[in-house]
C-alpha cells in the first residue's frame, strides 16, 4: 500500500507511521510527505529517512484552490492509494476529496463525534469528560466527521490539563493510525453509510 503523509508540524505520528513500516509491522511504503509548513519539523525528519519531502507553502499561493492545485499535483506524480493527514491544519476543499473520495485518512485528539475542531484536548478538559481518547477516520466534506476507521479511549485525570491529556493522547494516536492504516491495507472493506465494514 502506498501513503502519502500530509503534516504541518511536529510529525511524531507519521514517525510512528515510518517506525512501523521500519519494523515490518505495516505493508506500507511511504511515497512522499507534504508539509504546507517549509519549518516543519516532521519534513526535515522526513528528509532524514531519506522520503520525497516537499514543502508546499501556502503563504506562497494565492488562493487556497492554487495551492489544493499544488499539492493535487504532487500526489498525482506519487500515486499514492491512501493520504495519511498527520497533524495536516489546513482545511481540504470539495475537489480534493471528491477527486481522493474514501483515501484520505486522518487523527483527531478527541473520541469523535465529541470536540471536533481545533485544541480537541482542551475542549475535553474544559467539558470535565472522565474519558477522552483518539479517532482515525475517513475524510468527507465534513471536519472531522467521515466515517471512523480506530479510536482508542484514555481516561482523564482530575489533575489533567490539555497538555497532560494530550500527550496520554498521542502515545494511543500512534498505534491506532498504524492500527487503521494496517487494517486499510491487508483487510477487505467497504463504507455503508458512515460504518466503514471491514470483511
Ligand atoms: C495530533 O494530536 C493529531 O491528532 C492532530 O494533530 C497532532 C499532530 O501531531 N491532528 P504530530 O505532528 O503527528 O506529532
Known amino acids: 500500500m502506498r501513503v502519502a503523509v500530509l503534516l504541518s508540524g511536529r510529525g511524531s505520528n507519521f514517525q510512528a507511521i ?107 478538559v474544559a467539558y470535565g469528560v472522565k474519558v477522552s481518547g483518539c479517532t482515525v477516520h475517513l475524510v468527507d466534506e465534513q471536519l472531522d466527521a467521515g466515517p471512523i476507521l480506530v479510536q482508542r479511549a484514555v481516561p482523564v485525570h482530575e489533575d489533567d490539563d490539555a497538555s497532560t491529556l494530550a500527550a496520554r493522547i498521542l502515545s494511543q494516536e500512534h498505534a491506532a493510525y498504524v492500527e487503521a492504516l494496517r487494517s486499510l491495507a491487508t483487510r477487505a472493506w467497504r463504507v455503508e453509510g458512515r460504518r466503514v465494514v471491514f470483511s
Open 18 to 124: 515510518h517506525e512501523a513500516i521500519a519494523r515490518g509491522e505495516l505493508p506500507a511504503q511511504i511515497v512522499c510527505v507534504i508539509s504546507n509548513r517549509p519549518d516543519a519539523a516532521g519534513l526535515q525528519r522526513a528528509r532524514d529517512y531519506g522520503y520525497a519531502a516537499h514543502a508546499i507553502d501556502h503563504k506562497l499561493f494565492a488562493s487556497r484552490a492554487a495551492h489544493e492545485t499544488e499539492v493535487l499535483r504532487v500526489l498525482d506524480e506519487a500515486r499514492p492509494d491512501f493520504i495519511a493527514l498527520a497533524g495536516y491544519m489546513r482545511l481540504l476543499g470539495a475537489e480534493f476529496i471528491a477527486r481522493w473520495r474514501n483515501r484520505i485518512v486522518n487523527i483527531h485528539p478527541s473520541l469523535l463525534p465529541a470536540f471536533p475542531g481545533v485544541d480537541a484536548q482542551a475542549q475535553a
